[in-house]
């Protein structure tokens, strides 16, 4: 099982081929991913579109503690100098705290441990 980062999401959207075989994964993700995954969902298509699209998260959106938030926002401040979004280290966090890795295509991640780089 993996952690999806929205990125992870969107490629498995656009059909990418690297991404095939984790459609067949179970999903998991944040309540933010899945509102992240939603704005850029509507950036491109139509609200029914968009719903049917985000509605296969329902059961996949696992919970974010306290705990979750504030070592996010460490590893946000710690690396300051990227790009690195809080949703992303929010994820990245969580994906460690569950044992799994986290799927990314983002740049940023690409030498973390304890993350499947995709691109």
Known sequence: ??????????E??????KYE???????ICSIFNAYEFYVT????????????FVSI?????????????????????KYNKQDISFIDCLGYIK???LGMKFLTGDKEFETMTNVEFVK
Not at 21 to 27: E, F
Request: contains cysteine; proline residues 2%.
């Open 1 to 10: 099982m993996y952690f999806f980062d929205t990125y992870a999401l969107w």
């Open 12 to 17: 498995l959207v656009k059909k990418n081929p």
């Open 21 to 27: 075989a984790y459609s067949r994964t179970k999903i």
């Open 41 to 52: 969902l509507r950036r491109e298509f139509d609200e029914a579109t968009a719903k049917e």
């Open 57 to 77: 998260l329902e059961d996949c959106v696992v919970e974010i503690s306290v705990n979750n938030v504030m070592e996010a926002v460490e590893m946000k401040k």
């Open 95 to 97: 994906a460690k705290e």
